[in-house]
């Protein structure tokens, strides 16, 4: 995006049925579909302006755990390289990837944005989920953009991509097209 300011961008991978995890949650479902390393790589593009990423603690907990971090905290740096991660939790029991930059926050998305924002320096923060932080951010007319891989498979439960309600008011289409078997959607979050 290039809006001249730091844009919050929620972008994730979603099922048909609007599920970003499924109801044990996990995102193997993801990495099932074929083509999902062409939807990998064009995420990859957009990584290249964000300087921070913002999670919670599920997200942050199934990675660490997927894949092993703790056991090898290299990989930490080939997901998120020297970004910043902020960690929206709630949680005392967190762990600490070695070497990570790793920032633990509680409370209200009102009380971190200016500290997130000013730690990205002027480039873009990655929303990484879940859907319930980016409707906080939504709420307090942060989240700039959604944009969603949608993967050709229903998961009948789990964790919801936008818990709450958006209009076509709040939503205005920039971008679809297709990568590999995913649909490709962007959306502006009007305010």
Do not use: C, N
């Amino acid at each position: 995006m290039s809006t001249g300011r730091t844009a919050i961008v929620y972008l994730t991978a979603t099922s048909l049925d609007g599920y970003i995890a499924d109801p044990q949650g996990s995102l193997d479902w993801l990495f099932a579909v074929e083509g999902g390393e062409s939807a990998i790589a064009e995420a990859e593009s957009f990584m290249s302006g964000v300087t921070v990423q913002v999670e919670g603690s599920a997200t942050y907990r199934w990675v660490v755990e997927h894949e092993q971090l703790l056991e090898r905290p290299e990989k930490w740096q080939a997901f998120y390289g020297d970004r910043r991660t902020f960690v929206f939790t709630s949680r005392d029991d967190l762990p600490v990837v070695p070497g990570a930059d790793v920032v633990f926050v509680g409370g209200p998305v009102t009380q971190h944005i200016d500290t997130i924002v000013a730690a990205a320096g002027g480039g873009d923060v990655h929303l990484v989920g879940g859907g319930d932080l980016a409707v906080q951010f939504a709420r307090i007319g942060r989240l700039d953009a959604i944009r969603l891989s949608i993967a050709p498979v229903t998961l009948g439960g789990g964790a919801r991509l936008l818990p709450a309600y958006f209009d076509s008011t709040r939503l205005r289409l920039t971008e679809v097209h297709q990568t590999g078997q995913f649909i490709h959607a962007e959306y502006d979050v009007l305010r």
